[in-house]
């Protein structure tokens, strides 16, 4: 099931039929408040009220203009303009590819670092996600160029699958980085990445205890944890606890519309929470890996395909 989904999110013929068929649009709501600003900004007045972050993503990728690179800078910026004037504290992921990566990483370099000057007049930090393997390394070699060039509210997004990713993790440590931890959705070959549930998990709390281990040796480090594992969270908790760390020494990222009840009790309970709001029309390949990602997920799905 999971290879099938994320082969369906690589394919353009699917990619330009499915959005227009209903159910698919009704399905999609699960994961996003709607397909333009005003949705996503409304969702993240409603989330003020229950001391629960927002982190905004406006879906896209891959775009083969310069044109299309510079509107992607526009929207996001005209949508930290909306935050502040709605007074949202809000934070930013970015696909890089989405900013021109494809065409120009010089040119992509400068979008990311005007947007990093504009989400720093708001306090926020720019994340910039990442994408398939063929772009981990230029991704953290971006991350590194912005940082030294004195651009220090950048984070970047690490994959739990990839077995690079613990020589990543040290790589950046000396940058007192932020850095997001997923497990990943894309379909990388066994060579590079684990492949059972069992090994990324374990992979995953390896790289959180790593991390949590380097802010209790005095290490600068913000850690969020982007997972819906609640029991995973909470054991890395314990472990923080144990290293002496307060329980804000993570926080923990979850995306819209799954297990908001857990997010709501997480945030009663002194953990830091951050909701990931995803809009825009280009929702079809990442709505497929979010498919893939959890079998019951495909169960939703169903429901809204079935009378």
Known sequence: MRTLLLWLARSTWFRDRIPRLPFARRA????????????????????????????????????????????????YVALLDACAARGLRAELSVKLTQLGLDLDEDRTFERVARLADRSARNAGV??????????????????????GAGHANLGVCLQAYLRRTAVDVQ?????????????????????????????????????????LEACAAGQQVRIALGTHDVELVEQLAGHAT??????????????????????????????????????????????????????VNVVFALRQVLP
């Not at 850095?179 to 998990?201: C, M, N, Q």
């Not at 979850?254 to 297990?259: D, F, N, P, T």
């Not at 825009?280 to 709505?287: F, N, Q």
């Open 28 to 75: 999609v709501r699960r994961f996003m408040p709607g397909e333009d600003m005003e949705a996503a900004l409304d969702a993240a007045a409603r989330f003020r009220s229950e001391q629960i972050g927002v982190l905004f993503t406006r879906l896209g990728e891959n775009v083969t203009r310069d044109e299309d690179a510079d509107a992607t800078l526009g929207h």
């Open 126 to 147: 720019l994340w910039m996600d990442m994408e398939g393997s063929a772009y981990t390394d230029r991704t953290i070699s971006l991350y590194e160029r912005l940082v």
């Open 171 to 211: 790589r950046l440590l000396p940058l007192r980085p932020a850095i997001r931890l997923v497990k990943g959705a894309y379909d990388e070959p066994p060579s590079i990445a684990f492949r059972t549930k069992r090994a990324v998990d374990a992979n995953y709390a390896a790289l959180a205890m790593a991390m």
């Open 242 to 295: 144990a290293l002496g760390l307060a329980r804000d020494a993570f926080e923990v990222n979850m995306l819209y519309g799954i297990r908001l009840d857990q997010q709501r009790r997480l945030a009663r309970e002194g953990y830091v929470v951050r909701d990931l709001l995803a809009y825009g029309p280009a929702w079809y390949a990442w709505y497929m890996r979010r498919l893939a990602e959890r079998p």
